[in-house]
């Protein structure tokens, strides 16, 4: 998804919200190696929204519903969400929302992942690779 958009970004910074060992730190690596400059950040992490907003791609793994909003985000920026939370909306039905308020973040963004349905058929897909790549066949994906 990110190689797609390369060409598009005049800075090519960018951070990454939550150290995870299955999103964070390979996301930071693989930006790291397309050039861009990588920040890590944490819910706790002193001026966390001053570095968002100068980010041209922000990937948030905190697993806190809608943590951020609009106010957080650069114009133009690319949000990938990889937080999966589970909100009581009432006792019988429950909704899945992201770790970015979606519909807020929608009106500055260029590209932003929805949740659910956004990373998780990838994560699907990769999961099948590295299955297939274990087993010794040639990747699908590769």
Do not use: C
């Amino acid at each position: 998804m990110i190689k797609s958009f390369l060409k598009q970004f005049s800075t090519k910074k960018a951070v990454v919200i939550g150290d995870t060992p299955l999103v964070g730190r390979p996301t930071a690596d693989i930006l790291q190696k397309l050039e861009f400059n990588v920040e890590l950040g944490y819910k706790d992490t002193k001026n966390l929204k001053d570095i968002t907003r100068t980010s041209d791609i922000v990937i948030v793994d905190i697993e806190s519903p809608k943590y951020l909003d609009a106010d957080w985000i650069k114009e133009g920026a690319v949000i990938i969400d990889a937080g999966m939370n589970v909100i009581d909306r009432s006792k019988r039905k429950k909704r899945i929302v992201g770790d970015v308020d979606f519909q807020s973040a929608l009106k500055k963004v260029r590209h932003i992942t929805p949740v659910p349905g956004g990373v998780g058929p990838l994560t699907i897909a990769m999961l099948v690779d590295n299955i297939l790549v274990a087993w010794g066949r040639n990747s699908p994906f590769l």
